[in-house]
T-cell receptor, first 114, second 113 residues
Framework: DTTVKQNPRYKLARVGKPVNLICSQTMNHDTMYWYQKKPNQAPKLLLFYYDKILNREADTFEKFQSSRPNNSFCSLYIGSAGLEYSAMYLC?????????????FGPGTRLTVL | GEQVEQRPPHLSVREGDSAFITCTYTDPNSYYFFWYKQEPGASLQLLMK?????EINEGQGFTVLLNKKDKQLSLNLTAAHPGDSAAYFC????????????FGKGTQLIIQP
């Protein structure tokens, strides 16, 4: 099974409320990533886990948190959603750390913040 | 940091014609390049990955060309068919940073019958 699963596929949230998105893979991949994708924009890397080490991008450092309780699961947590968080959130995983490692993507979770 | 410009954002071609998409990147240290295809409601699927040492890669119904001199990556779908209708994204990784891909904004390709 080479699929990356994401739950839920659609999420509606109120401004100021927390949001938790879930990603899973059963390929025993070392690295898991979260991207944010807005219409007409490129997917933007938010953070990634290499094994148990979390790396967050500098410009979104304070906006997103994540946890990886085991190799298969990774969550993306927004403590207080704002309108600007409305986007598609893509999870991906890769087998290895390195330049040529292919990233496998999930179908995404569409988050709408009202 | 790396910047990737992908063109065109939208492309419509007739079935049987070719479709050409280009990405121009800025970092001369970029070495690894990827093309992804995303059908409606589906995940991004890897079409092809290329090294800097590879100039032309051929897949099933498409060709990828890497021009290091001009820092340009292109995807040419030959004899397009309805199944090619999708969004296409290029992605670039350079050796200077950690495990990061810089994506283009994507091209929405429509194949008309």
């Amino acid at each position: 099974d080479t699929t990356v699963k994401q739950n839920p596929r659609y999420k509606l949230a109120r401004v100021g409320k927390p949001v938790n998105l879930i990603c899973s893979q059963t390929m025993n991949h070392d690295t898991m990533y979260w991207y944010q994708k807005k219409p007409n924009q490129a997917p933007k890397l938010l953070l990634f886990y290499y094994d148990k080490i979390l790396n967050r991008e500098a410009d979104t450092f304070e906006k997103f948190q994540s946890s990886r309780p085991n190799n298969s699961f990774c969550s993306l947590y927004i403590g207080s959603a704002g309108l600007e968080y409305s986007a598609m959130y893509l999870c991906a995983s890769s087998r290895e750390w390195g330049d040529y490692a292919e990233q496998f993507f999930g179908p995404g979770t569409r988050l709408t913040v009202l | 940091g790396e910047q990737v410009e992908q063109r065109p954002p939208h492309l419509s071609v007739r079935e049987g014609d070719s479709a050409f998409i280009t990405c121009t990147y800025t970092d001369p240290n970029s070495y690894y390049f990827f093309w992804y295809k995303q059908e409606p409601g589906a995940s991004l699927q890897l079409l092809m990955k290329v090294f800097s040492s590879t100039e032309i890669n051929e897949g099933q119904g498409f060709t990828v060309l890497l021009n290091k001199k001009d820092k340009q990556l292109s995807l040419n779908l030959t004899a397009a068919h309805p199944g090619d209708s999708a969004a296409y994204f290029c992605a670039v990784r350079n050796t200077g940073g950690a495990d990061r891909l810089t994506f283009g904004k994507g091209t929405q390709l429509i194949i008309q019958p």
